[in-house]
């Protein structure tokens, strides 16, 4: 059996961030999380780019230029889409997800998820740093581990011999 380890060391990784401004209160714990967890986990603050874009429906077009770039072994992707009383947020949180895994497909760079979608803003306060933990940290290491493991399945050990 072959076993495919993983890792969260961030040591000689870049990464790309890519976070939206609007709900900017939001993005920015979130980007302050994601930020220091890399930083934890040992990636150096000149491997760490940050890219604003104006919503989150922007996210995938910059996350696809960053990925095509080749400079990035991972792409943490931040914002908050926040539930109004018409069909806008399906829309946009439609499109986010579908664009992040287009990139992923097409270039076979790991992002992680960090976009949250709530129903409030309450909810989401509770996602950058109340009960819920902070979204940001967790799609940073999501980052990091999958930066680490998708070079180990495109190139597997051999088997060991009997």
């Given amino acids: 059996m072959i076993v495919y380890e993983?890792?969260?060391d961030a040591r000689g990784l870049s990464f790309a961030v890519v976070?939206?401004?609007?709900?900017?209160?939001?993005s920015a714990?979130?980007?302050?999380?994601?930020?220091?967890?890399?930083?934890?986990?040992?990636?150096?603050?000149?491997?760490?780019?940050?890219?604003?874009?104006?919503?989150?429906?922007?996210?995938?077009q910059a996350a696809r230029v960053l990925a095509a770039s080749g400079?990035?072994?991972?792409?943490?992707?931040?914002?908050?889409?926040?539930?109004?009383g018409t069909?806008?947020?399906?829309?946009?949180?439609?499109?986010?997800?579908?664009?992040?895994?287009?990139?992923?497909?097409?270039?076979?760079?790991?992002?992680g998820f960090g976009v949250?979608?709530?129903?409030?803003?309450e909810q989401a306060l509770a996602r950058v740093g109340g009960d819920a933990g902070n979204k940001g940290q967790e799609a940073a290491r999501v980052a990091i581990e999958m930066a680490r493991l998708i070079p180990a399945l495109a190139d597997p050990p051999a088997a060991e011999s009997k």
């Avoid at 976070?19 to 939001?26: G, P």
């Avoid at 990139?103 to 076979?108: C, E, G, L, S, T």
């Avoid at 949250?116 to 803003?121: A, F, P, S």
Wanted: charged letters at 25%.
């Fill in 116 to 121: 949250l979608t709530t129903d409030d803003v």
């Fill in 19 to 26: 976070v939206s401004r609007f709900n900017h209160l939001i």
């Fill in 6 to 8: 993983t890792s969260e």
């Fill in 87 to 111: 069909p806008h947020f399906d829309y946009v949180c439609r499109g986010v997800t579908d664009g992040l895994r287009e990139v992923m497909h097409d270039h076979r760079v790991p992002i």
């Fill in 29 to 60: 714990k979130l980007l302050d999380a994601a930020v220091a967890e890399l930083g934890e986990r040992g990636a150096s603050s000149d491997d760490i780019h940050v890219a604003w874009v104006p919503g989150a429906f922007e996210i995938p």
């Fill in 71 to 84: 400079r990035y072994a991972a792409i943490v992707a931040l914002g908050a889409v926040i539930r109004g």
